[in-house]
């Protein structure tokens, strides 16, 4: 099924990968950070993990981002997918999302909230992602932004519910979770203030990190951090 930008079984292609920031990134040949679908092995449960470029891992060589941390995590059942998309908006999270039905087949839903200002602008040959600086954007309000991501919540949920699927909930910048309701959410704790944090045995020691290899995005010490504190909460439940 197709209807202008959006189907069940096409992802959007990402064209533009990170440049000169000194990571290296492995894709896959639609630009994804993870192998090819066609043909699909056999024999796991398939996992999706959507969201931004902090899911994708902008400025971490392939090994260092926590997308790749939390793949390594019971592996003999599951298989991950790594479906971040450098600038995503909540739409495009969930356009994705619908997109790897008929290709991925996911029954485990990760996904790891974008900024919620974000919009995607749908053209007749193009798809543009939106950010709250742009001028398209003057009129969104706070009310606008929540009401916006909520949808985008349900029409995630609503798969979940459709095809049977296991949701878990996290995010990049700013939390949501007093907005939603639902079963896994990893609430308080976002890539962003997951480091520098304090260590349990000794409350003195405050550990700080660095950024990523651009300069732009979080270092390795945030996205280890927030792949503890995600397994930590959810481990038993992703099988």
């Known amino acids: 099924m197709e209807f202008g930008h959006f ?4 992802l959007p292609r ?5 440049e000169n920031d000194g990571a290296t990134y492995t894709v896959n040949s639609s630009g994804y950070r ?29 090994d260092e981002h926590w997308a790749h941390k939390i793949s390594q995590h019971n592996t003999k059942r599951i298989r991950y997918w790594n479906l971040g998309y450098p600038g995503a908006s909540c739409d495009k999270v969930v356009r994705i999302l619908y997109g790897s039905e008929k ?15 974000r919009r995607e602008q749908l053209l007749n ?6 950010h709250g600086r742009d001028e398209e954007m003057r009129f969104e309000t706070e009310e606008t932004d929540q009401q916006n991501f909520l949808k985008n919540v349900f029409f995630v949920e609503k798969y979940a519910e459709r095809m049977y699927c296991k949701t878990f909930h996290c995010f990049s910048a700013d939390s949501y979770h007093e907005v939603m309701n639902v079963e896994y959410i990893l609430k308080e704790q976002t890539l962003t203030n997951c480091w520098p944090w304090w260590h349990k045995r000794n409350q003195r020691e405050l550990h700080s990190g660095t950024k990523a290899r651009d300069g732009k995005h979080h270092g390795i010490e945030h996205h280890q951090r927030f792949a503890e504190l995600f397994l930590e909460q959810f481990s038993r439940k992703l099988k």
């Open 7 to 10: 189907s069940d079984k096409k």
């Open 103 to 117: 290709i991925i087949d996911p029954r485990i839903i990760i996904v790891c909230w974008p900024e919620r200002s």
């Open 125 to 130: 040959q193009k798809t543009v992602n939106l």
């Open 14 to 18: 990402i064209d533009r990968l990170p």
């Open 34 to 62: 993870c192998p090819e679908w066609s043909p699909m092995p056999d024999g796991k449960k398939n996992a999706v993990i959507l969201g931004c470029s902090h899911v994708f891992g902008q400025g971490l060589n392939d």
